[in-house]
C-alpha cells in the first residue's frame, strides 16, 4: 500500500539527462546511448522507456496536490470535485458561522456520497476503508490533513453524531 518512491529520486538526473539530450538535439542520442543498444532496441526507445518508467512510478510523489474543503451547516464543499492520484493535502476549515463542531473523515467507497448505510446517526465507517481524518475542528478554525490516494472513487463525510445526514458529504473522484 505504502510505495515508497524515494529510491527512485535517484532516477531524476536520467530524466533531465534525456530532456537534455532532446534539447540539445538528435545528434548526441546516438552518442550517449550507444551502449544501450545492446538493451533496447533504439535509442529512442531508451528514452522513451526511462521518461515512461518515471511517469508511472513517480509522478504521484512528485504532484504536491492541495484541495481547500470547507465544512458548512448541511454540506461539505471542495475546490475540486477531482485531483490526480499522489499526495493530496485536505486543508479543512469548519466555516465560522456552523455553531458545531465538525470532522473531516476520508472513505474510499464507489458509493455515491449521500448512500453510505447509517446507524444511530453515523455512517458505519468500520464497512469502508478509511482513509484518514481530522477530528474536532471548531467554527472559523481549519486543520490540514496529507493523504496518499490512489485512483478511485472516495466520500468524504463529517460523522459526528446526524452531521451525515444533515448533509455534510461529499465524494471526490482520484484519477490515475
Ligand atoms: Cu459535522
Same mark, same amino acid.
Given at each position: 500500500m505504502s510505495i515508497d518512491c524515494t529510491p527512485l529520486l535517484t532516477l531524476r538526473p536520467n530524466l533531465r539527462l534525456a530532456s537534455r539530450v532532446g534539447v540539445i538535439g538528435r545528434a548526441l542520442i546516438p552518442a550517449v546511448f550507444v551502449e544501450e543498444n545492446v538493451m533496447f532496441s533504439s535509442p529512442r526507445t531508451a528514452v522513451f522507456l526511462g521518461v515512461a518508467a518515471l511517469g508511472l512510478v513517480c509522478s504521484p510523489s512528485y504532484a504536491e496536490q492541495t484541495i481547500k474543503a470547507t465544512l458548512l451547516m448541511n454540506t461539505i464543499q471542495l475546490n475540486a470535485s477531482d485531483v490526480k492520484a499522489g499526495k493530496v493535502t485536505f486543508e479543512v476549515s469548519n466555516a465560522p458561522d456552523t455553531g458545531m463542531t465538525h470532522e473531516f473523515v476520508v472513505l474510499k467507497t464507489?458509493? =455515491? =456520497?449521500?448512500r453510505l448505510p447509517v446507524k444511530n446517526g453515523q455512517v458505519?465507517?468500520?464497512q469502508f476503508k478509511k482513509m484518514g481524518e481530522v477530528e474536532d475542528?471548531? !467554527?472559523g478554525k481549519g486543520k490540514r490533513l496529507t493523504l496518499k490516494l490512489a485512483p478511485g472513487r472516495y466520500v468524504v463525510i463529517?460523522?459526528? !453524531?446526524g452531521h451525515y445526514s444533515m448533509g455534510l458529504h461529499t465524494s471526490l473522484l482520484v484519477t490515475p
Open positions: 464507489d458509493l =455515491a =456520497a449521500d458505519s465507517e468500520s475542528i471548531d !467554527p463529517c460523522n459526528r !453524531p
